[in-house]
């Protein structure tokens, strides 16, 4: 599975837009970036992925770069509820699991 | 529809004892997975399952057991609870192995004293 970089932490103002980093620069053909977060030990949710697309839903918006060595998740009204550890996994298809790292602690400020 | 149910919430047990972990899903997903998070730590993952009848270990599968006799329901056995075990534990559920997000429990918290 592909390493993954993510800042250990950011702040954002409430009502700005939140722009999360992740790189993976060894992801492979078949991996799809997945985002989850973890709200203050609560099981991990799930909030968007793509392989190649930038992707959006009504919680975020995926950009993933034309190399897919890195991308960003971008919360665009971020509210105090969306203080949490934001997780980048590159995942192939086929695979069983997910694998975590850090993650990056986003805490918004009111 | 409740998702990924899991109980206890918490639970306190003594070195040696046994208990099982539940874990149900009506969300009538075939793959089913268990996770564990210690402190500060990502989640591992510990067993897995494709479907009834149908298990797998995971990273970190040693002193742990589990079954799946129906689709909804993946419980995790614990026979002699060690200190190492202290842990936050996750259950999720997917409806295919392929690209499809994996759906979290709200976790039990395990401290063995």
């Known amino acids: 599975d592909a390493k993954t970089t993510q800042p250990p932490s950011m702040d954002c103002a409430e009502g700005r837009a939140a722009n999360l980093p992740c790189n993976h620069s060894t992801i492979s053909g078949n991996e799809y970036v997945y985002w989850y977060r973890q709200i203050h030990s609560q099981g991990p949710q799930y909030i968007i992925h793509?392989?190649?697309n930038n992707e959006t839903n009504e919680m975020a918006s995926l950009i993933i770069t034309e190399d897919r060595k890195s991308s960003t998740l971008i919360l665009p009204h971020a509210t105090l509820r969306d203080t949490a550890v934001y997780y980048c996994?590159?995942?192939?298809?086929?695979?069983?699991?997910?694998?975590f790292g850090s993650g990056t602690q986003l805490t918004v400020l009111p | 529809n409740a998702g990924v149910t899991q109980t206890p919430k918490f639970r306190i047990l003594k070195i040696g004892q046994s208990m099982t972990l539940q874990c149900t899903q009506d969300m009538n997903h075939n793959y089913m997975y268990w996770y564990r998070q210690d402190p500060g730590m990502g989640l591992k993952l510990i067993y897995y399952?494709?479907?009834?009848?149908?298990?797998d270990k995971g990273e970190v599968p040693n002193g742990y057991n589990v079954s799946r006799s129906t689709t909804e329901d993946f419980p995790l056995r614990l026979e002699l609870a060690a200190p190492s075990q202290t842990s936050v534990y996750f259950c999720?559920?997917?409806?295919?192995?392929?690209?499809?997000?994996?759906?979290f429990g709200d976790g039990t918290r395990l401290s063995i004293l």
């Open positions: 999720a559920s997917t409806i295919t192995g392929g690209n499809q997000p994996q759906h």
């Open positions: 399952s494709v479907g009834a009848g149908i298990t």
């Open positions: 996994i590159p995942r192939p298809g086929s695979a069983r699991q997910l694998t």
């Open positions: 793509g392989l190649k």
